[in-house]
């Protein structure tokens, strides 16, 4: 069976942070790998995303050619990943001929179908300066919505919004600054709610035309819930064509100076990604995505939910030849240091940057590895923080791991000269049970998604390891008496959970796999050793044999908190140092309090207001997608809403003492959308939800009827 991944093609644009890394890349790189393991047949693709307006609007401010962009950025990206283990099997671009090729293709079989697509003529926005038309991204303005004076065509960057050029208050050209002017244009749209009813079977239910193609109770809730969101709200057809100098041609006769739009050719730049690799290995593509076994998996972020869940297999539908996705494990946001990624206010740090910073820091590519899988933001929203960072690679990594993989290896050279002891009590004994029960464990959890699970599982063997030999003291035992056959039984048991750990820590950490199995003299990972070890455990066999020598492991993780060595903890303050002079506004207040807005049905006796004041607050309809407790509070809810057009916000809100988090999901609200963000008990909250209390303290939501949709507006 063929599992064919995908990860979001990045933007080639500027370079990627630890947001986009937590998000699309290094989970699908543990799932990748796991498979690998496993023995599987794995295609693994990515590819820098080279076309749309940000590039060419970028380009032109830089007086630069838009190729000149995109090589660059691919370029740094690219090599990002390979430096953090990410082990894409292919990398391409959307700038390759090849894709182009395939994309016109792709176009060309929708359009001879017929009734796929509908032909409009618009009004578009125009700069008679330049004499073109201009994309959304080419016009600024006023937001409608919240008021602020750089609002993009396409969104608000400010509070959020999905806009439309016309919405614009006073546009201008980008390109100008001359005021744009209306005329007519001709475009492509794809007939999306032609697929409507499709759609919603086929993510509510996991059939198509009457056959199971997918369990949708292993999908996570948020994307079922986005997915819902839109559907309920009835699909609108979306233009795939526009009017730039940069991208892939529309190959028709009567679109000459269009380019198709860039959301309808990147997606399909994972079919050309993976034609690439097979002419490259003499396989079949069709193999891969027109095998009906094949198991499709798009690791994407929250903010690409509807594009590979609606969008995409709307056009994989409407071509006919294609397989699904099996699952779409979307994660949510991870946000730095208690606020949003932003490269404008330094807040944060981005992946070539942490390269070259950490390079003398030891395993410094997985200790970050490690430090984003124990926290990724996989069913909400999570937080890095250099605390955290020190915290896991020196709990997890250093005390679990690297000490006991040291004291095993020192006290097999001790009483053993470094081989690996005989023992006639292996088959069902407490540690062969032990190992069986944690691979399975980890691979099921992999198998779910549950990445930040499986890697609990992986640190708790080594905490298994650590107290096993601890509980045994074979240094006793050896004082008592040197030929006691029980240190021979400890030494191998106590070897077989450091193989164990070093195969285990693979998927999450390659580079430090590699270097514990060169310790324990072991070749290097290839593909189908999980399946080999599994069965060895299930034989009753060991994963190293009597006499099998080992090195010795020495430190492999110098504590970032030495008291005697602080080069580490050096490293890591001079990023807290960093993050302080860059931003120091990003400190915000954290307080535990109520974000509760109080509709009191008394009088309250507040001072009266202009109606212009009123209209300052952006209030809209929405849907909550999920709902976590706050940690170390008792009075906050953290909540993920929907404000339609496939936006989020990260809400905290004092409900806690009033409703449970399992009766949040799908529940209707109001909220203030353009409050300035704040955190709360750690937690980031960017709108707040509109409650109504009676005299009695209850609390009630105000909320639209059920069914009538996300993101209206409220006056």
Same mark, same amino acid.
């Given at each position: 069976?063929?599992?064919?991944?995908?990860?979001?093609?990045?933007?080639?644009?500027?370079?990627?942070?630890?947001?986009?890394?937590?998000?699309?890349?290094?989970?699908?790189?543990?799932?990748?790998?796991?498979?690998?393991?496993?023995?599987?047949?794995?295609?693994?693709?990515?590819?820098?995303?080279?076309?749309?307006?940000?590039?060419?609007?970028?380009?032109?401010?830089?007086?630069?050619?838009?190729?000149?962009?995109?090589?660059?950025?691919?370029?740094?990206?690219?090599?990002?990943?390979?430096?953090?283990?990410?082990?894409?099997?292919?990398?391409?671009?959307?700038?390759?001929?090849?894709?182009?090729?395939?994309? !016109?293709?792709?176009?060309?079989?929708?359009?001879?179908?017929?009734?796929?697509?509908?032909?409009?003529?618009?009004?578009?926005?125009?700069?008679?300066?330049?004499?073109?038309?201009?994309?959304?991204?080419? &016009?600024?303005?006023?937001?409608?919505?919240?008021?602020?004076?750089?609002?993009?065509?396409?969104?608000?960057?400010?509070?959020?919004? *999905?806009?439309?050029?016309?919405?614009?208050?006073?546009?201008?050209?980008?390109?100008?600054?001359?005021?744009?002017?209306?005329?007519?244009?001709?475009?492509?749209?794809? *007939?999306?709610?032609?697929?409507? *009813?499709? #759609?919603?079977?086929?993510?509510?239910?996991?059939?198509?035309?009457?056959?199971?193609?997918?369990?949708?109770? %292993?999908?996570?809730?948020?994307?079922?819930?986005?997915?819902?969101?839109?559907?309920?709200?009835?699909?609108?057809?979306?233009?795939?064509?526009?009017?730039?100098?940069?991208?892939?041609?529309?190959?028709?006769?009567?679109?000459?100076?269009?380019?198709?739009?860039?959301?309808?050719?990147?997606?399909?730049?994972?079919?050309?990604?993976?034609?690439?690799?097979?002419?490259?290995?003499?396989?079949?593509? /069709?193999?891969?995505?027109?095998?009906?076994?094949?198991?499709?998996?798009?690791?994407?972020?929250?903010?690409?939910?509807?594009?590979?869940?609606?969008?995409?297999?709307?056009?994989?539908?409407?071509?006919?030849?294609?397989?699904?996705?099996?699952?779409?494990?979307?994660?949510?946001?991870?946000?730095?240091?208690?606020?949003?990624?932003?490269?404008?206010?330094?807040?944060?740090?981005?992946?070539?940057?942490?390269?070259?910073?950490?390079?003398?820091?030891?395993?410094?590519?997985?200790?970050?590895?490690?430090?984003?899988?124990?926290?990724?933001?996989?069913?909400?929203?999570?937080?890095?923080?250099?605390?955290?960072?020190?915290?896991?690679?020196?709990?997890?990594?250093?005390?679990?791991?690297?000490?006991?993989?040291?004291?095993?290896?020192?006290?097999?050279?001790?009483?053993?000269?470094?081989?690996?002891?005989?023992?006639?009590?292996?088959?069902?004994?407490?540690?062969?049970?032990?190992?069986?029960?944690?691979?399975?464990?980890?691979?099921?959890?992999?198998?779910?998604?549950?990445?930040?699970?499986?890697?609990?599982?992986?640190?708790?063997?080594?905490?298994?390891?650590?107290?096993?030999?601890?509980?045994?003291?074979?240094?006793?035992?050896?004082?008592?008496?040197?030929?006691?056959?029980?240190?021979?039984?400890?030494?191998?048991?106590? &070897?077989?959970?450091?193989?164990?750990?070093?195969?285990?820590?693979?998927?999450?950490?390659?580079?430090?796999?590699?270097?514990?199995?060169?310790?324990?003299?072991?070749?290097?990972?290839?593909?189908?050793?999980?399946?080999?070890?599994?069965?060895?455990?299930?034989?009753?066999?060991?994963?190293? %044999?009597?006499?099998?020598?080992?090195? !010795?492991?020495?430190?492999?993780?110098?504590?970032?908190?030495?008291?005697?060595?602080?080069?580490?903890?050096? &490293?890591?303050?001079?990023?807290?140092?960093?993050?302080?002079?860059?931003?120091?506004?990003?400190?915000?207040?954290?307080?535990?309090?109520?974000?509760?807005?109080?509709?009191?049905?008394?009088?309250?006796?507040?001072?009266?207001?202009?109606?212009?004041?009123? %209209?300052?607050?952006?209030?809209?309809?929405?849907?909550?997608?999920?709902?976590?407790?706050?940690?170390?509070?008792?009075? #906050?809810?953290? #909540?993920?809403?929907?404000?339609?057009?496939?936006?989020?916000?990260?809400?905290?809100?004092? &409900?806690? /003492?009033?409703?449970?988090?399992?009766?949040?999901?799908?529940?209707?609200?109001?909220?203030?959308?353009?409050?300035?963000?704040?955190?709360?008990?750690?937690?980031?909250?960017?709108?707040?939800?509109?409650?109504?209390?009676?005299?009695?303290?209850?609390?009630?939501?105000?909320?639209?009827?059920?069914?009538?949709?996300?993101?209206?507006?409220?006056?």
């Amino acid at each position: 069976m063929p599992h064919l991944l995908t990860s979001a093609l990045p933007y080639a644009n500027g370079p990627l942070h630890l947001g986009h890394l937590a998000g699309a890349y290094l989970p699908a790189d543990i799932y990748a790998r796991y498979l690998r393991l496993a023995g599987k047949d794995v295609l693994w693709v990515c590819g820098s995303d080279e076309h749309g307006a940000a590039i060419t609007l970028r380009a032109k401010k830089e007086g630069i050619e838009p190729q000149d962009i995109i090589d660059k950025y691919h370029n740094l990206n690219k090599a990002s990943f390979a430096a953090l283990g990410i082990s894409f099997d292919y990398y391409h671009r959307t700038s390759a001929p090849l894709h182009h090729e395939t994309s !016109q293709d792709f176009f060309r079989t929708l359009d001879q179908k017929g009734g796929e697509f509908i032909v409009r003529d618009t009004e578009q926005y125009y700069d008679p300066e330049f004499k073109q038309f201009l994309a959304d991204r080419y &016009i600024k303005g006023t937001c409608p919505r919240c008021g602020f004076a750089e609002a993009y065509g396409d969104q608000c960057e400010n509070c959020g919004s *999905d806009l439309s050029p016309t919405e614009l208050i006073n546009p201008v050209s980008v390109l100008s600054g001359a005021t744009p002017e209306l005329r007519q244009t001709k475009h492509w749209y794809f *007939d999306l709610a032609k697929h409507e *009813d499709f #759609l919603r079977t086929w993510i509510q239910e996991g059939t198509v035309d009457g056959k199971q193609v997918h369990d949708p109770t %292993t999908w996570k809730k948020h994307v079922i819930g986005q997915c819902m969101s839109w559907l309920n709200e009835g699909l609108q057809a979306r233009a795939i064509t526009r009017d730039l100098d940069w991208g892939i041609s529309v190959p028709r006769e009567d679109a000459e100076g269009k380019v198709l739009y860039v959301w309808f050719d990147a997606p399909i730049g994972y079919i050309s990604s993976t034609k690439q690799w097979c002419l490259d290995h003499g396989r079949d593509w /069709k193999d891969y995505w027109q095998n009906p076994d094949t198991e499709l998996v798009h690791f994407i972020g929250k903010d690409n939910i509807v594009f590979h869940c609606l969008i995409f297999p709307a056009m994989l539908r409407a071509h006919g030849d294609y397989v699904l996705p099996k699952n779409v494990p979307a994660n949510q946001f991870l946000n730095f240091e208690g606020d949003k990624f932003s490269k404008s206010r330094g807040w944060g740090i981005e992946l070539h940057e942490y390269v070259e910073e950490f390079k003398d820091f030891p395993n410094g590519e997985d200790a970050l590895r490690w430090a984003l899988i124990r926290n990724l933001p996989e069913q909400s929203d999570a937080d890095f923080t250099w605390d955290g960072f020190t915290e896991y690679y020196d709990k997890d990594l250093a005390d679990k791991l690297g000490n006991f993989l040291n004291r095993v290896t020192v006290l097999t050279h001790k009483y053993f000269a470094g081989a690996t002891p005989s023992s006639g009590h292996w088959a069902g004994s407490q540690v062969q049970a032990e190992l069986q029960k944690a691979m399975q464990a980890m691979a099921s959890h992999i198998e779910a998604f549950r990445f930040k699970d499986a890697a609990t599982t992986f640190v708790e063997l080594a905490s298994f390891g650590n107290t096993y030999l601890q509980d045994a003291a074979p240094w006793s035992l050896a004082k008592a008496d040197p030929e006691d056959p029980r240190i021979a039984k400890v030494m191998f048991d106590s &070897i077989q959970i450091a193989a164990a750990l070093a195969l285990m820590a693979h998927p999450f950490v390659p580079l430090v796999s590699a270097k514990l199995r060169t310790v324990l003299r072991q070749e290097i990972v290839e593909n189908g050793d999980w399946a080999v070890s599994r069965d060895l455990l299930a034989a009753n066999k060991p994963l190293l %044999t009597p006499g099998h020598d080992i090195g !010795q492991a020495g430190v492999l993780f110098p504590k970032i908190n030495d008291r005697k060595d602080d080069t580490l903890l050096k &490293i890591i303050q001079g990023q807290r140092d960093k993050l302080r002079a860059s931003s120091s506004s990003a400190e915000q207040s954290s307080s535990d309090e109520s974000v509760v807005a109080s509709l009191s049905a008394e009088p309250t006796g507040k001072p009266e207001i202009a109606f212009e004041d009123f %209209t300052k607050l952006d209030l809209r309809t929405a849907t909550i997608l999920t709902a976590d407790a706050v940690k170390k509070s008792n009075k #906050l809810l953290h #909540l993920t809403i929907d404000l339609g057009g496939g936006q989020t916000r990260s809400v905290v809100s004092g &409900i806690a /003492k009033h409703f449970a988090p399992e009766q949040l999901p799908g529940q209707p609200v109001v909220v203030v959308t353009n409050l300035a963000p704040r955190k709360m008990a750690g937690v980031l909250s960017e709108a707040m939800i509109l409650m109504a209390e009676n005299g009695e303290g209850q609390l009630t939501f105000v909320a639209p009827p059920a069914g009538f949709g996300a993101g209206w507006e409220v006056r």
